[in-house]
C-alpha cells in the first residue's frame, strides 16, 4: 500500500471586497439572514421583515442615502458564496448633535403586533445613541457569519479592514454586540462599557402583541467601544500626558490640566457611587469623552469628588 498523506480538512481561502453596487446587497443580506438565525437574533427579526426583496432592496437604500455606510463582505474564494458581512458607519463629526435618530418600522403592517413592537425597541436601542456616542466616532452596525464558516478568520478580515480605517481617521470604535459577538470584540480590543436589555414592556397590548414579545424578547446586548487606535491606559499615566489629573477626592481640585485638541480617553468611575461628575468646560461620565477644543479642565467645586478615575 502507497503511504498516502492524511486526509486533513482543507481550509478555504477568503477574500474581502468592498461594497460598490446595489447587486451586492442580495448576496449580503442572504449572509444575514443564515448568521442571525444561529443563534437566534430577536433583534434581528425586528429589522429584517416581511420579505428577503424588501430586505435587500431597504438595505441598498439606507447605504445610498447615508454618507457615512460602507460595506465589506467575504466570499469563499472556491464557491463564491459570501461567508461574512460588515457594515461600518465612519462619521467624522457627531451625528447625534440634534438628538437621537429616528426610525419607524414601516416594513410592518402598520397597527400590527410585531410593528408596535419594532416601533417600540427602535425607539429605545437608538435613545441611548447620543448619550454614549455623541462625538466623532466609527460604528459597526451589522457583523455576521455564515455559521458554516465560524472560526476561520472571517470576522477578522472584516473587522481589520474597518479598524485600519478608523485609525487613518483617528475615530474611537463603538458596537453594540449581541452576547454571541462579546469575546469576538473583546478579542479586537473592544471593551464593554454598557450591559444593556432590549425589550417592549409596553402594557395593555393584548394577547397577541405578548406573543410577538416573548418570542423576540429580551434580547441582551453590550455597548462596546475600542479606543482610538486601540490604545488605553490610565488617564494620569506619564504616557498619556493630556490626562486629566486625579483629584484626591478631600474636596480640593487639583490644578487646571489643558487638554490639548482631539485628545480622546475613555472614562470608568471605580468604587464610586456615582457614574458622572461635572467639571468646568466639560462633563465626564462613564463612558467616552473626544475634545475637539483646547479647554482647560478644572474640577467643579460643587460637583462630587472623584476617588479614582481609571480606564
Ligand atoms: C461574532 C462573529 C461575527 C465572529 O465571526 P468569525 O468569522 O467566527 O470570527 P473569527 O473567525 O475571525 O474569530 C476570531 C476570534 O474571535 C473569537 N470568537 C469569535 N467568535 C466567538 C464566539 N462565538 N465565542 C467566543 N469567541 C469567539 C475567537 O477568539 C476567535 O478565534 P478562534 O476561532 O481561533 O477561537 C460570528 O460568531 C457571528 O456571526 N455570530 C452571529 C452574529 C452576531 O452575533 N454578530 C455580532 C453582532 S454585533
Same mark, same amino acid.
Given at each position: 500500500?502507497?503511504? +498516502?498523506?492524511?486526509?486533513?480538512?482543507?481550509?478555504?481561502?477568503?477574500?474581502? =471586497?468592498?461594497?460598490?453596487? $446595489?447587486?451586492?446587497?442580495?448576496?449580503?443580506?442572504?449572509?444575514?439572514?443564515?448568521?442571525?438565525?444561529?443563534?437566534?437574533?430577536?433583534?434581528?427579526?425586528?429589522?429584517?421583515?416581511?420579505?428577503?426583496?424588501?430586505?435587500?432592496?431597504?438595505?441598498?437604500?439606507?447605504?445610498? /442615502? /447615508?454618507?457615512?455606510?460602507?460595506?465589506?463582505?467575504?466570499? /469563499?474564494?472556491?464557491?463564491?458564496?459570501?461567508?461574512?458581512?460588515?457594515?461600518?458607519?465612519?462619521?467624522?463629526?457627531?451625528?447625534?448633535?440634534?438628538?437621537?435618530?429616528? +426610525?419607524?418600522?414601516?416594513?410592518?403592517?402598520?397597527?400590527?403586533?410585531?410593528?408596535?413592537?419594532?416601533?417600540?425597541? +427602535?425607539?429605545?436601542?437608538?435613545? $441611548?445613541?447620543? =448619550?454614549?456616542?455623541?462625538?466623532?466616532? %466609527?460604528? #459597526?452596525?451589522?457583523?455576521?457569519? *455564515?455559521?458554516?464558516?465560524?472560526?476561520?478568520?472571517?470576522?477578522?478580515?472584516?473587522?481589520?479592514?474597518? +479598524?485600519?480605517?478608523?485609525?487613518?481617521?483617528?475615530?474611537?470604535?463603538?458596537?453594540?454586540?449581541?452576547?454571541?459577538?462579546?469575546?469576538?470584540?473583546?478579542?479586537?480590543?473592544?471593551?464593554?462599557?454598557?450591559?444593556?436589555?432590549?425589550?417592549?414592556?409596553?402594557?395593555?397590548?393584548?394577547?397577541?402583541?405578548?406573543?410577538? *414579545?416573548?418570542?423576540?424578547?429580551?434580547?441582551?446586548?453590550?455597548?462596546?467601544?475600542?479606543?482610538?487606535?486601540?490604545?488605553?491606559?490610565? #488617564?494620569?499615566?506619564?504616557?498619556?500626558?493630556?490626562?486629566?489629573?486625579?483629584?484626591?477626592? %478631600?474636596?480640593?481640585?487639583?490644578?487646571?490640566?489643558?487638554?490639548?485638541?482631539?485628545?480622546?480617553?475613555?472614562?470608568?468611575?471605580? $468604587?464610586?457611587?456615582?457614574?458622572?461628575?461635572?467639571?468646568?468646560?466639560?462633563?465626564?461620565?462613564?463612558?467616552?469623552?473626544?475634545?475637539?477644543?483646547?479647554?482647560?479642565?478644572?474640577?467643579?467645586?460643587?460637583?462630587?469628588?472623584?476617588?479614582?478615575?481609571?480606564?
Amino acid at each position: 500500500m502507497p503511504l +498516502l498523506p492524511s486526509p486533513r480538512a482543507k481550509m478555504p481561502s477568503f477574500r474581502l =471586497h468592498e461594497q460598490k453596487s $446595489d447587486d451586492e446587497f442580495e448576496a449580503i443580506v442572504d449572509c444575514e439572514n443564515a448568521g442571525y438565525a444561529t443563534p437566534f437574533n430577536g433583534f434581528w427579526e425586528v429589522l429584517k421583515g416581511p420579505s428577503v426583496d424588501g430586505l435587500v432592496k431597504r438595505t441598498a437604500q439606507w447605504h445610498r /442615502d /447615508d454618507k457615512s455606510s460602507r460595506w465589506v463582505y467575504v466570499t /469563499d474564494e472556491e464557491t463564491g458564496e459570501c461567508v461574512g458581512a460588515m457594515e461600518w458607519n465612519f462619521y467624522e463629526e457627531n451625528p447625534y448633535s440634534h438628538g437621537a435618530p429616528e +426610525l419607524i418600522a414601516d416594513w410592518w403592517d402598520e397597527g400590527t403586533p410585531i410593528r408596535k413592537l419594532s416601533d417600540y425597541v +427602535l425607539k429605545a436601542f437608538l435613545k $441611548d445613541r447620543p =448619550h454614549i456616542m455623541g462625538i466623532p466616532h %466609527a460604528v #459597526i452596525s451589522y457583523c455576521v457569519t *455564515r455559521p458554516t464558516h465560524r472560526h476561520m478568520g472571517v470576522g477578522t478580515m472584516m473587522m481589520e479592514w474597518g +479598524l485600519k480605517v478608523a485609525d487613518k481617521m483617528a475615530l474611537p470604535v463603538f458596537v453594540e454586540s449581541t452576547e454571541d459577538g462579546e469575546k469576538f470584540y473583546e478579542k479586537h480590543g473592544f471593551k464593554v462599557i454598557e450591559s444593556l436589555v432590549l425589550d417592549a414592556p409596553v402594557p395593555n397590548q393584548g394577547i397577541d402583541f405578548e406573543q410577538v *414579545r416573548e418570542r423576540l424578547m429580551p434580547v441582551p446586548y453590550f455597548v462596546m467601544t475600542r479606543p482610538l487606535g486601540g490604545k488605553s491606559g490610565p #488617564i494620569n499615566d506619564p504616557k498619556h500626558s493630556n490626562g486629566i489629573k486625579q483629584t484626591n477626592g %478631600a474636596g480640593t481640585a487639583e490644578p487646571t490640566n489643558t487638554i490639548s485638541n482631539g485628545s480622546y480617553f475613555q472614562v470608568q468611575f471605580v $468604587d464610586c457611587s456615582f457614574t458622572n461628575c461635572h467639571f468646568n468646560n466639560c462633563s465626564i461620565s462613564n463612558g467616552n469623552i473626544l475634545l475637539r477644543n483646547e479647554a482647560p479642565i478644572t474640577q467643579d467645586p460643587s460637583s462630587n469628588q472623584v476617588n479614582t478615575l481609571a480606564l
